[in-house]
């Protein structure tokens, strides 16, 4: 029995130059590193990959060059956790935000509670400030408590706006969520816009739910007064007409003009009419130089909502 030879059968042959001699390292070709990637799309950007707004032109294009496979879009996007925050850290950022309140209280406020603090702890030399987990919002207004970091001294709740007095039975409302009420329903912005600037200063913002509920209450009383207004103006025509000497004094010269929610060139080729579900049209008096609006119609055409 021969003797067991440890190793490979094979062998290089004598005089075999390999075909990397004398070189230190090799190149790796592109194929050898390249590797097929399988990108899933999200549900977005697939919708817009797919939807293509405009006919392309098969004849200009070039036919080599073909468009991607996509695969089944992602169920949602990843979002991280928000990381839990004590107690403490809230009321740290709570803290470095603004407020809106009236002056002349809060100088009642901090009176009250310097003299209620020094007289509880008179060898208490401790920082006095808001107590934000004492806080209460009430809308644009708020009611705070002061705290002092020494001592164990709270003072009570002290309400920082201006109520308006209702006569009924309730809380009452601020004057401030009132007057943003008023100011909003003369401006173009909505109440999301309103948020927005508030959050932009820095500043608490009313709930959607708390300035929509406010608004219901507001805008009748604004509709009450314009209409009492309107016919004061039409009963004053009449009178300044009846000075004049005319005739007849109830006949008036009128200009109107109409605004619509849709542009008119957003009908062209569909309609020959103003392609609108909402439009406001005013009417002013055309006798005097004040050119005063005399009345307001609205109709809305919606499946929803009818006028």
Same mark, same amino acid.
């Given at each position: 029995m ?8 094979? @062998? ?12 230190k390292?090799?190149s ?17 950007m697939?919708?817009?990959v797919?939807? #293509? ?5 098969k ?39 603004n ?19 020094s007289?509880l ?8 400030e808001?107590d ?6 009430w809308?644009? @207004? ?9 001592c ?9 706006y201006?109520? #308006? ?21 003369q ?17 608490v ?11 219901? #209450? ?29 005739d ?17 060139y957003? @009908?062209v080729?569909r309609?020959?009419f103003?392609?609108?579900?909402? #439009? ?17 119609l609205?109709?809305i ?7």
């Amino acid at each position: 029995m021969g003797k067991f030879k440890k190793g490979h059968k094979g @062998g290089f042959k004598v005089g075999l130059v390999p075909h990397n001699k004398m070189r230190k390292c090799v190149s790796s070709k592109e194929s050898d590193s390249e590797q097929t990637r399988y990108v899933r799309l999200t549900r977005e950007m697939t919708n817009l990959v797919k939807n #293509v707004p405009y006919k392309e032109d098969k004849s200009t294009s070039n036919p080599d060059i073909k468009p991607a496979t996509l695969l089944r879009p992602k169920s949602s996007d990843i979002r991280k956790a928000k990381p839990v925050k004590s107690v403490k850290e809230k009321q740290r950022i709570e803290s470095e935000t603004n407020r809106t309140i009236n002056i002349k209280l809060n100088a009642v406020m901090w009176n009250a509670v310097f003299n209620e603090h020094s007289e509880l702890s008179p060898h208490c030399k401790g920082f006095l400030e808001w107590d934000m987990s004492k806080e209460e919002r009430w809308g644009l @207004g708020n009611s705070e408590c002061a705290i002092c970091d020494t001592c164990s001294y709270q003072s009570k709740r002290y309400r920082l706006y201006e109520e #308006v007095q209702t006569g009924k039975k309730g809380r009452k409302p601020a004057k401030m969520n009132i007057g943003a009420q008023a100011a909003l329903a003369q401006t173009s912005i909505s109440t999301t816009s309103f948020r927005k600037i508030l959050f932009g200063t820095n500043s608490v913002a009313p709930s959607v739910k708390g300035l929509q509920k406010r608004a219901n #209450v507001v805008l009748p009383k604004i509709k009450e007064i314009n209409e009492s207004d309107m016919k004061r103006l039409r009963e004053r025509l009449i009178h300044i007409k009846k000075l004049r000497g005319a005739d007849n004094p109830s006949a008036v010269s009128l200009q109107g003009d109409a605004a619509y929610n849709n542009p008119l060139y957003s @009908g062209v080729g569909r309609t020959p009419f103003q392609p609108a579900t909402q #439009v406001v049209y005013t009417v002013a008096e055309n006798e005097t130089q004040d050119k005063s609006i005399l009345t307001v119609l609205q109709k809305i055409n919606c499946a929803s909502y009818t006028q």
